[in-house]
Nanobody
Framework: QVQLQESGPGLVKPSQTLSLTCTVS??????????WTWIRQPPGKGLEWMGA???????VYSPSLKSRTSISRDTSKNQCTLQLSSVTPEDTAVYYC???????????WGQGTLVTVSA
C-alpha cells in the first residue's frame, strides 16, 4: 500500500523559504492518473489546498499562493518537494502531502508535519 511521509525543518524564520519533502513508498510518483498534492492547515483553521504535481510532471497551484509556491519531483528518489518563499507567521501550519486520483479525490494522506514560522 502507498504511504507518504513529509519531512523538513519544523521552524523557519520569516522571509525565508520553507522546503518540505514528501517521500512516497509502495508506489511510483509517475503512475498514471495521480496528482501529488500539498495541503496545509493553520492552527484553528480549515484545510487549504496549495498545489500539486501530476504523474506527467505538470504542476498546478492555488491562485492565492502561486507567486510563492513551487512543487517539483525527483523520480529517482520517488519524492516530491514543496517550496514556499517569503514566509510569514501566517504560513505556520501543519503541512500534508497527499495522493489525489484524477476524478477520484484524495486517497492517501501523509501524517503531516508542523512548520512554525518565527524569528
Amino acid at each position: 500500500q502507498v504511504q507518504l511521509q513529509e519531512s523538513g525543518p519544523g521552524l523557519v524564520k520569516p522571509s525565508q523559504t520553507l522546503s518540505l519533502t514528501c517521500t512516497v513508498s509502495g508506489g511510483s510518483i509517475t503512475t498514471n492518473y495521480y496528482y501529488w498534492t500539498w495541503i496545509r492547515q493553520p492552527p484553528g483553521k480549515g484545510l487549504e489546498w496549495m498545489g500539486a504535481i501530476a504523474y506527467s510532471s505538470s504542476t498546478v497551484y492555488s491562485p492565492s499562493l502561486k507567486s510563492r509556491t513551487s512543487i517539483s519531483r525527483d523520480t529517482s528518489k520517488n519524492q516530491c518537494t514543496l517550496q514556499l518563499s517569503s514566509v510569514t507567521p501566517e504560513d505556520t501550519a501543519v503541512y500534508y502531502c497527499a495522493r489525489d486520483r484524477v476524478a477520484g479525490g484524495i486517497e492517501v494522506w501523509g501524517q503531516g508535519t508542523l512548520v512554525t514560522v518565527s524569528a
